[in-house]
C-alpha cells in the first residue's frame, strides 16, 4: 500500500513546465510529502519535500494543497534529462510514527525534443 | 561523503549459488533500506533497519532471503539459495533520521541463470 496515488505516466515538451500530480488523501498531519526521480540506470534520487506551505530548490518547485490530501511537483521548464520516474511518497516527522517509506509505480515523465 | 555504496554492481550467478549483496551507508545515517526493483513489480521495500536492528522485515519475500547489519557502517542482503525469479536490483538507502531524506546507493543488479 504505497498510500499515494499518482498517475502512471506524463508527456511533455522540452522547455515546457510540467505539472506531476499525486493524491495522499489519507496523509496524517506530520506526515512530510517527499518527491524522488529515478532516471534511466541509475537508484532514486531525492528532489524535495514540504509539510504545508510551498517549496522551492533548484530542481523543482512543490506545491501542496490547502488540505494537504494532494501535491503537484513543478518542473518550469522540463529539459530531455528530466525524463524519469518520479514518485511522491510520505514520510513521518522525526518525532512521528515510524511506517515504512513506500514507493508506488510513480509517473514516468516522457520529454519530447 | 561517497554517497551510499553499494557492491557489486553486477553479479551473474547460476541458481542454487548464493548471493550476497553488501551496503555502506552515508557515514552517520542511522536508518537503512533495503529495497527489489523488477518491472513487474517496481520498487519494493524488502527490509529495514534502525540503529543497526531489523524494525520490519515483512518484505522480505520468503527465507531464502536474510540482511544483517553488524554495525553502522556496514549491512549485506543475502539469497540462498538463489533462484531465476530472484534477478532484480537491489537498492540499498539510507537516512539520518527515520522521517528523513532517503539516499539510494547506484543499486546491484543481479542476474540468475
Known sequence: ?????????????????VHLPCNHSTISGTDYIHWYRQLPSQGPEY???????????????????EDRKSSTLILHRATL????????????SASGGSYI????????????? | DAGVIQSP??????????VTLRCKPISGHNSLFWYRQTMMRGLELLIYFNNNVPIDDSGMPEDRFSAKM????????????????????????????????????????????
Open chain 1, 1 to 17: 500500500d504505497a498510500k499515494t496515488t499518482q498517475p502512471n505516466s506524463m508527456e511533455s515538451n522540452e522547455e515546457e513546465p
Open chain 1, 47 to 65: 528532489v524535495i519535500h514540504g509539510l504545508t506551505s510551498n517549496v522551492n530548490n533548484r530542481m523543482a518547485s512543490l506545491a501542496i494543497a
Open chain 1, 81 to 92: 534529462r528530466d525524463a524519469a520516474v518520479y514518485y511522491c511518497i510520505r514520510r513521518p
Open chain 1, 101 to 113: 517509506p513506500t514507493f508506488g509505480r510513480g509517473t514516468s515523465l516522457i520529454v519530447h525534443p
Open chain 2, 9 to 18: 554492481r553486477h553479479e551473474v550467478t547460476e541458481m542454487g549459488q548464493e
Open chain 2, 70 to 113: 553488524p554495525n553502522a557502517s556496514f549491512s549485506t542482503l543475502k539469497i540462498q539459495p538463489s533462484e531465476p525469479r530472484d534477478s532484480a536490483v537491489y537498492f540499498c538507502a539510507s537516512s539520518a533520521q527515520q522521517g528523513g531524506e532517503l539516499f539510494f546507493g547506484e543499486g546491484s543488479r543481479l542476474t540468475v541463470l
